[in-house]
């Protein structure tokens, strides 16, 4: 078993999202995966730690999500429709619908199925 068999955990205290993202994408550049985030809510008195498992997502359905995060998919002012996020990436605009609704899909079952282990324990 070589280093390459032993998971590689780190723990960040961070301001803010844009600094998470930042260094999210930092991240991902490195020959690694994340697997897992961890966040912690430090106003809260019962300091909870909700780690979701988001290594069944691809790179490519990452891909997707950055691009359409960065478009501004997801924000309520909502912009970067498919056809913007398919042509950033380069693919159909059924393409891009499917992988940003398969990784949707397994990051919020992830965290639903998180959700449900801390309120249990």
């Given at each position: 078993?070589?280093e390459?068999?032993h998971?590689?955990?780190?723990?960040?205290?961070v301001e803010?999202?844009?600094a998470?993202?930042h260094v999210?994408?930092?991240?991902?550049?490195l020959?690694s995966?994340v697997k897992?985030?961890?966040?912690?809510?430090?106003s809260r008195?019962?300091?909870?730690?909700?780690s979701i498992?988001?290594?069944d997502?691809t790179?490519?359905?990452?891909e997707?999500?950055?691009?359409?995060h960065?478009?501004?998919?997801?924000?309520t002012?909502?912009g970067?429709?498919?056809?913007?996020?398919?042509?950033?990436?380069?693919?159909s605009k059924?393409a891009?619908?499917?992988r940003?609704?398969a990784?949707?899909?397994?990051?919020v079952?992830?965290i639903?199925g998180?959700t449900?282990?801390?309120?249990?324990?």
């Amino acid at each position: 078993m070589d280093e390459s068999d032993h998971p590689l955990f780190v723990t960040l205290k961070v301001e803010d999202r844009s600094a998470l993202q930042h260094v999210v994408r930092q991240y991902s550049r490195l020959e690694s995966e994340v697997k897992m985030i961890s966040i912690v809510d430090p106003s809260r008195e019962d300091v909870n730690c909700l780690s979701i498992d988001v290594s069944d997502v691809t790179e490519k359905q990452w891909e997707a999500l950055e691009v359409a995060h960065e478009l501004g998919h997801y924000s309520t002012q909502r912009g970067g429709n498919l056809s913007d996020i398919a042509d950033a990436l380069g693919i159909s605009k059924s393409a891009a619908s499917q992988r940003l609704r398969a990784a949707e899909s397994k990051i919020v079952s992830a965290i639903l199925g998180a959700t449900q282990i801390t309120e249990t324990v």
